[in-house]
């Protein structure tokens, strides 16, 4: 009797067991189901009619819920996926004027940076601005590319030299070379062309000896004598239908192509009509020593060992009356230049800021006695354009200087031979100059009305 009621037990417990266990389970999941998705935890919203009870109505309400869920969540994605709207352009700024041309004036001085903006900040700025570099139209390559530099005396010659190669070196565009020279230099550099035989490269010769009384009235203490101030006059010293040039000092070696450089000019705005890299040491500040008084300038003002000049608007300007205003009245308290023609350009900006377009900092390395170019090349990579500012040139004190001397002195070594190279694609004039080399005919030819000097073309 006793193992009966044991046996009857054992088989209601069982049967209990097989009666609640599948319920349980599928209770466990359901709530699990709900806990995990916070979405479905939600309490339901009055528009939306709750599920019908029962098992087979809830299980199909879950999985029309679960649907509805992941439509809101794809819908959501592609909303944030988006690119937001540009903001809204006023009039003013759609025609390049307004509180844009007021921000040139202002910050002219700090629009593309110096050492440490353009190397990261360029970057970025670059990219952030994608439209505007797509639309910058890129230099042609059968474009010529016109060179201005003031040379006289063996000196000169010499580095002058070394700064023509290695813009021949890294080019691929024609080039047209102005150079501001007395009888030495002339015939130097004829003789150097003649040698070289360089196609798709023109070069013009101006007088400089006719344009001494320019200048001559301007006292200078700069090494450079009164040739240090033939570039104030280059609006009227070169030709009246040459509307835009590069000017170059002769202690310049370049790292990269000079048609990169030509293509900033597509980056002037407004009435910029100079372009240049801010200065990179204290002069201007008036810090160096004591009683140090420089010429006016624009926060640290500018070197114009490297210039941008847009001759055509320049001369609408009326830039030689200008200058010369300004020297009059800054030299009844000045007395004298400092730095030649740098000077004078920074004390015109100061007084116009609107006319400059700052450079990036690589474009004029300066390796003065008192630089700050460390602050450039540290922060950027791609160094283009190198300057020996200082009167000690290779010898000037700087931890970095072996690095620059090298470069140097791997384009003074260069055998000027191995320029001789054709440009594929475009028209050449080698024919041409070639004859006029052989025969060393140079020919003088005025450059305009209003031009003193006389040009001799080879």
């Not at 466990?28 to 087979?56: E, I, V």
């Not at 926060?299 to 060992?305: A, Q």
């Not at 900092?361 to 540290?378: A, G, I």
Request: aromatic share 8%; net charge positive; with cysteine.
């Amino acid at each position: 009797m006793l193992g009966m009621c044991r046996g009857r037990r054992k088989f209601l417990l069982a049967t209990v067991a097989l009666l609640f266990i599948p319920a349980l389970t599928w209770l466990y999941l359901t709530a699990g189901n709900f806990q995990g998705d916070p979405c479905l935890s939600r309490p339901w919203s009055p528009s939306r009619p709750p599920p019908p009870r029962g098992g087979p109505g809830e299980r199909q309400a879950l999985e029309l819920r679960v649907r509805e869920v992941e439509e809101e969540n794809r819908a959501l994605r592609r909303e944030l996926s988006k690119p937001p709207p540009p903001p809204p352009r006023s009039p003013q700024a759609l025609r390049g004027g307004g509180a844009r041309h007021r921000g040139n004036q202002s910050r002219s001085h700090s629009e593309e940076g110096t050492g440490d903006s353009d190397g990261k900040g360029g970057a970025a700025a670059a990219a952030a601005n994608g439209s505007d570099c797509a639309q910058q139209p890129p230099v042609d390559k059968c474009e010529t590319i016109h060179v201005a530099i003031v040379c006289a005396g063996y000196n000169a010659s010499r580095d002058v030299v070394t700064l023509v190669k290695s813009v021949l070196f890294h080019r691929r565009n024609p080039l047209h070379f102005h150079f501001i020279t007395d009888a030495i230099a002339q015939q130097i550099l004829a003789s150097l062309f003649h040698t070289w035989m360089v196609p798709a490269v023109r070069v013009d010769f101006y007088d400089a000896d006719e344009l001494k009384s320019e200048v001559s009235w301007i006292p200078n203490k700069h090494y450079s004598g009164i040739y240090g101030l033939m570039k104030l006059v280059l609006t009227k010293t070169l030709p009246s239908d040459l509307q835009r040039v590069i000017v170059l000092d002769t202690d310049i070696t370049f790292a990269t192509d000079i048609a990169e450089l030509w293509a900033v000019f597509h980056k002037f705005k407004g009435q910029q009509v100079l372009g240049l890299v801010e200065n990179q040491s204290d002069w201007y500040l008036g810090n160096l020593w004591k009683n140090h008084r420089p010429w006016p300038a624009l926060g640290r003002g500018f070197n114009t060992g490297v210039i941008l000049l847009l001759l055509d608007r320049l001369r609408k300007l009326r830039w030689e009356q200008m200058w010369r205003l300004t020297a009059e009245r800054e030299l009844m308290g000045m007395l004298s230049t400092s730095l030649a023609d740098q000077d004078i350009f920074n004390a015109v900006i100061k007084q116009n800021p609107f006319l400059v377009h700052q450079m990036p900092c690589f474009w004029n390395v300066q390796l003065s006695d008192h630089t700050r170019s460390e602050k450039c090349y540290k922060d950027v990579s791609d160094l283009k354009v190198i300057h020996w500012n200082s009167p000690k040139k290779l010898r000037v004190k700087n931890k970095h200087v072996e690095f620059f001397r090298n470069l140097y002195l791997t384009f003074l070594e260069y055998d000027g031979n191995l320029l001789r190279r054709e440009l594929f694609g475009c028209p050449s004039e080698t024919d041409h100059n070639s004859e006029n080399v052989r025969s060393l005919c140079f020919v003088p030819v005025l450059v305009g009305p209003n031009t003193p000097s006389r040009r001799t073309g080879l």
